[in-house]
């Protein structure tokens, strides 16, 4: 007994030296009286008060309050995060037996006193919860880890203590959850985006939709993942990382490379029904973004990178475009019906059609009517936008390989592309206007018969024509041959 109040004396001492005689009133209040702390000369030199200036120092920066007790239960560390959070000063805790009658009701004393002190014998650290109270007399719930201190024989010498209010870690744990939660089970994308703009964590959720492994995306440039769209991407991060984040969500367009790991092997097609990749490459992601900074950084922190939390959007919005796209080709066809039950030249009426068709669809229409069997000669009768002289009527030099004979023969629609991309010579060998990358040919077909062919040419702003577009230039084709076989009957 006397050798641990020895040694409970020395830590006591120590603590003195440290805290530069703060043992208060050195009482125990309503615990029995204990007398000062003993003190003792400090023989340690420069060397030890610089160590012992240096643990203050530690102390004092924590976080979480921290109190220690010698093996008799005698106060002997008290930081500030404790008196901020408990109200008894340095002076006032170091020196007191026990928190009993100041720090915990006295009902509560000895119940308290044994889960702390329980950590001189008991292995690892203990987790405690128990309420203690302030010096203006309110209680305040706190959650304590406390760990036994053993000197050199081996033998207990001390616990030391951490807590914090309990509203405070709970605050700690549901963050932590919160992240677990958003990178395990998110059904949305999560990828945390360093300042280099170089994905540093990213969930399952993210993965997949990037057609990635889960840890090779970390640490590579986004354009080795992304092909068309990235700029987009990276200034929206950039602007995060500048700004701070946007008012509201962004939807991005984006196409994902055919392999990342070959960067160098570019992008899958970037439209519907065309493209090398298949028309499902370019998606569209319904983007949210959060600056995150260091909640330790005090004025003008710098910036730990972005939170990008995406969803893919893509079947909704293509199904939006295809409906706003249907409304507006179903009026297009009316207003031309309309305005052509106005002309009294069946061929004016066939024009008008053309003139209708030709917004938001194409950027020019072809109309060439057949005359002969065989072989079949193709005449140049209307186009639209209308040419500033009238149409001679001369048959077209079309070779024989030609989209729009291909469609004559067939009784069928047949497409045809460049890639997108202006090719020299490619629109003049089809006697197309220059400029030309996609053409749609239908054939016109009224009473059993082929009158002629449709054509419709889209420049390389507009995307290659796909099956919906088909049934839109059938519809205003058979409109067309209509008109064309009665001026053929009146005629």
């Not at 976080?63 to 008290?78: I, N, P």
């Not at 889960?115 to 128990?130: I, K, S, Y």
Request: aromatic fraction near 6%; proline fraction near 5%.
């Amino acid at each position: 007994m006397r050798a641990a109040s020895s040694r409970g004396c020395q830590v006591t001492a120590q603590s003195e030296t440290h805290f530069e005689h703060g043992a208060g009133d050195g009482g125990d209040v309503r615990g029995g009286s204990t007398g000062p702390a003993p003190t003792v000369p400090d023989s340690r030199g420069a060397g030890g008060l610089e160590d012992e200036l240096l643990l203050a120092s530690l102390l004092d920066g924590m976080d979480a309050a921290l109190c220690a007790f010698d093996a008799e239960g005698v106060v002997t560390h008290w930081n500030r995060e404790a008196e901020r959070i408990l109200g008894w000063t340095r002076q006032e805790a170091i020196g007191r037996r026990g928190l009993a009658g100041w720090a915990v009701r006295a009902a509560d004393a000895e119940d308290v006193q044994a889960r702390l002190l329980g950590a001189l014998t008991a292995p690892g650290r203990q987790v405690h919860e128990f309420a203690l109270l302030r010096k203006d007399g309110g209680r305040v719930l706190v959650r304590t880890q406390s760990s036994g201190v053993r000197g050199a024989d081996g033998g207990p010498i001390g616990v030391y203590c951490a807590f914090s209010e309990a509203r405070t870690q709970i605050d700690l744990e549901r963050s932590i959850a919160l992240s677990e939660a958003l990178f395990e089970d998110a059904s949305w994308g999560v990828v945390l985006v360093d300042a280099d703009l170089r994905p540093a964590v990213a969930n399952a959720h993210a993965a997949r939709a990037l057609r990635v492994g889960r840890t090779s995306m970390l640490g590579r440039p986004l354009g080795e993942l992304v092909g068309e769209g990235v700029e987009e991407l990276e200034s929206a991060l950039q602007h995060v990382l500048a700004e701070g984040p946007a008012q509201g969500p962004a939807e991005l367009w984006v196409t994902l490379r055919k392999d990342p790991d070959r960067a160098d092997r570019g992008s899958l097609g970037g439209g519907a029904g065309g493209g090398a990749g298949g028309g499902d490459a370019r998606r569209c992601w319904r983007s949210g973004f959060l600056r995150l900074v260091s909640p330790m950084a005090e004025e003008a922190p710098v910036p730990l990178g972005v939170a990008w939390f995406f969803q893919d959007v893509t079947d909704t919005r293509r199904a939006e475009q295809d409906a706003a796209r249907f409304r507006f080709r179903g009026n297009q066809l009316h207003r031309a019906a309309r305005a052509a039950a106005e002309c009294e030249d069946p061929m004016e009426a066939a024009a008008v059609h053309l003139d209708f068709a030709l917004a938001g669809f194409a950027d020019h229409a072809l109309l060439d009517l057949a005359a002969g069997d065989s072989p079949v000669r193709l005449i140049r009768t209307a186009e639209a936008p209308a040419p500033g002289t009238a149409a001679t009527g001369v048959p077209v030099c079309y070779p024989r390989e030609h989209p729009a004979l291909q469609a004559y023969e067939r009784c069928g629609p047949v497409r045809t592309s460049v890639g997108g991309a202006a090719v020299s010579g490619w629109a003049r060998a089809r006697k197309w206007p220059e400029g030309t990358v996609h053409g749609l040919c239908v054939v016109l077909r009224s009473r059993g018969r082929s009158l002629g062919v449709l054509t419709f040419l889209r420049g390389p702003s507009r995307r290659a024509f796909d099956r919906s577009d088909v049934t839109c230039a059938e519809a205003v084709a058979d409109r067309v041959a209509a008109a064309v076989d009665l001026a053929r009957v009146l005629a």
